[in-house]
């Protein structure tokens, strides 16, 4: 029986190795993180490399998209691009001389050889093993060609892939997060580790690479599970030949499910990290929400910081069950963030939204001591970042955007003669005092039976444009008298049209 070590003996090195192709999403994300909070919780090293040898489906825009996200996420590596390290360069399409090399070595000594099965020939195998209730993998056709039996392929013109040789044994490892795992050598056949062309294939390059930069913890997710059984047998190949120094250990992290109880592709929307980003949310609040989607910080807070996480992670605690992607409680727990900000630096964090191509008030009309003051009543309702640019538009534009549900719905009754009588309160109250301007409005209402969320609705309709958003009384306050009353007196217009 073949096996690995649960845990190997030295320091910790993880590695976060994603393929440039496509926008980033959150699944990977979440491998990210959990491999970036190990290395960081355990004092290791966080090793970041690009998997780029598909020419045909990666790209450097999504390369540097890559590079971006993680900067964004505030997720740092010790080794990869841009930082360098001991076992550069740490783009695969850069690291074919190694991998040719090692392919050369395996095929010398045994564990691998040439295969010259044509498609053709391959898939009526598997058929007549189907047929006939045998496993359908490779069946081994190639494995012990004689000299003289190659030659004759190769003088048909034939052309090979190198595949891998697996051992007549079961192969057992202690998986992190699943614990013992067997599988059974029918279950597990000789696999292609090299193409016709002398393309390296991902089963070869993704464990040499993590051979080579002496990665000891692979953290990745539950769809390369079957795959790994085939890297331990190589790995323990790549050990005897001195490639290796130990085989790592696996830990498999659970699926995340989408809609339907579907395992979230990244061609769901609510999967790309671009749509996180553009709507608002904190680096801060995903990377909260997203670590839950596994594990959990305790049975009692489901919010909490980054550090805090850092310091109490530990990829044994991480539960194998999928996980469901919940959008709703990733924007309460982004809401969350939102409000943990200091004023400041909540400030700051709106600055993208309050310009073009977000913002629709000219750039002259903006007053940054203005937002500043409403500043504070904002964070408290925001649930994305995102959300800012409806909630004050009604400050740097000359006019309120009506949304024409919110006037219908706040101008019934007699709108008309509950905003005479709201206007002349508020002429004469006392504008340096929110709870004056609220007892101006509460009077208007009582004048005419109505408490006071019906009697503000049209008040906040007539200066907001909405009939939900920030504090009234306040957001009168900052408008300012002047532009407030001139607000009513255009809807009162509006009505008696």
């Not at 997710?221 to 005897?240: H, I, W």
Request: hydrophobic letters at 40%; one cysteine or more.
């Amino acid at each position: 029986m073949a096996s690995a070590p649960a845990t190997p003996s030295s320091p910790v090195r993880v590695r976060f190795c994603p393929s440039p192709t496509g926008n980033p999403h959150v699944g990977l994300v979440r491998t990210a993180l959990f491999n970036w909070a190990y290395a960081r919780h355990t004092g290791g090293t966080m090793v970041f490399r690009i998997e780029d040898t598909d020419a045909a489906r990666d790209s450097e825009e999504s390369y540097q998209q890559l590079l971006d996200s993680m900067r964004w996420l505030g997720l740092d590596w010790d080794e990869g691009p841009e930082v360098g390290g001991p076992h550069a360069p740490y783009r695969q399409s850069q690291r074919t001389d190694l991998y040719n090399d090692v392919a050369e070595r395996l095929v010398a000594e045994g564990y691998a050889y040439p295969c010259y099965c044509t498609t053709e020939e391959l898939d009526e195998r598997r058929e007549a093993a189907r047929a006939a209730g045998r496993p359908s993998g490779y069946d081994g056709h190639c494995r012990d060609l004689t000299a003289e039996q190659k030659a004759a392929y190769e003088a048909e013109g034939r052309s090979h892939i190198i595949r891998f040789r697996m051992p007549d044994e079961t192969i057992t490892f202690t998986d992190l997060v699943r614990g013992e795992l067997t599988f059974q050598p029918e279950n597990v056949p000789d696999y292609g580790i090299v193409r016709a062309n002398g393309a390296p294939l991902y089963t070869l390059v993704n464990p040499v690479d993590d051979a080579l930069m002496e990665i000891t913890h692979v953290l990745r997710g539950e769809d390369l599970l079957s795959s790994t059984p085939r890297q331990v047998a190589l790995y323990q190949a790549l050990v005897k030949l001195g490639i290796a120094k130990q085989i790592p250990a696996f830990g498999h992290l659970p699926y995340v499910m989408g809609e339907g109880n579907k395992k979230l592709s990244k061609r769901d929307p609510q999967a790309s990290l671009n749509l996180y980003r553009e709507r608002g949310f904190l680096p801060e609040g995903l990377l909260n929400y997203l670590s839950l989607l596994g594990w959990s910080f305790s049975a009692d807070q489901d919010v909490f910081t980054v550090p805090e996480m850092v310091a109490k992670f530990d990829i044994a605690d991480v539960n194998a069950n999928p996980a469901r992607f919940d959008l709703k409680k990733a924007e309460a727990i982004n809401a969350d963030h939102i409000r943990m900000l200091d004023t400041a630096a909540f400030t700051e964090a709106c600055a993208p939204w309050l310009v073009a191509p977000y913002a629709p008030w000219a750039p002259e009309d903006f007053d940054q001591a203005v937002f500043d003051t409403i500043a504070p009543y904002a964070q408290t309702r925001l649930t994305v970042l995102s959300d800012i640019t409806a909630n004050v538009d009604f400050l740097f534009l000359k006019e309120p955007v009506f949304d024409e549900a919110s006037w219908t719905k706040a101008m019934k009754g007699d709108p008309l003669a509950l905003l005479t009588t709201a206007r002349e309160n508020l002429q004469g109250a006392d504008w340096s005092s929110a709870e004056a301007l609220k007892e101006a409005v509460l009077k208007a209402g009582e004048a005419h039976g109505l408490k006071l969320g019906k009697a503000q609705a049209p008040v906040r309709v007539a200066v907001t444009g909405r009939t939900v958003g920030l504090p009234l009384f306040e957001s009168l306050q900052i408008l300012g008298k002047d532009a407030s009353l001139a607000r009513i007196d255009a809807a009162l217009a509006r009505l008696a049209a």
